[in-house]
């Protein structure tokens, strides 16, 4: 089954429950939704490796007026009402498939699948500047210093705006 949103950006192979925790994940994107519609503007969300979808069907169906796209290797197991908003594409083609400059929050529960160093770079290409972007799983950058905030910072913090 799929993580629940609300779980979404926690870290699985953490042993200890203070650096488990990231944030409740759907708490975060209900505020920057409510944000955005104050606003007056749309919320553009992107899942990379989104699996079947399942955890996107209730908000989604909530909140029809969010521009989501989920990528996935393989559409045979979306459920159906996620797979008109799917694309198929890994983590290191975004580019390929997405304008640069495009989403608010980029998110990617273990579905960058040992692709880590081309998915952050193709994050940094969809995202909107001075947006936002959770990345978690295991591969490559598993227990990388690049995921301390300071040095994301310091290595894409002047290109991203932050």
Not at 62 to 78: K, R
Request: net charge negative.
């Amino acid at each position: 089954m799929d993580t629940p949103l609300s779980r979404y950006t926690f870290c699985q192979s953490c042993q200890d429950s203070a650096s488990a925790l990231r944030i409740d994940f759907e708490e975060y994107l209900n505020n920057k939704l409510a944000q955005a519609r104050k606003e007056g503007r749309e919320l553009y969300v992107l899942d990379i490796g989104i699996g079947s979808g399942w955890q996107w069907k209730k908000f989604l169906l909530e909140n029809p007026d969010v521009n989501f796209i989920g990528t996935t290797l393989g559409d045979y197991l979306l459920v159906p009402e996620i797979k008109p908003r799917a694309i198929l594409c890994s983590a290191a083609e975004l580019h390929k498939h997405l304008a640069p400059d495009l989403f608010d929050i980029v998110v990617s529960h273990y579905g960058t699948h040992k692709q880590e160093m081309e998915a952050l770079e193709n994050i940094v290409h969809v995202l909107k500047e001075g947006c936002e972007a959770f990345v978690s799983g295991s591969g490559t950058l598993e227990y990388a210093p690049l995921v301390e905030l300071s040095v994301f910072e310091r290595w894409f913090g002047q290109w991203a705006g932050m």
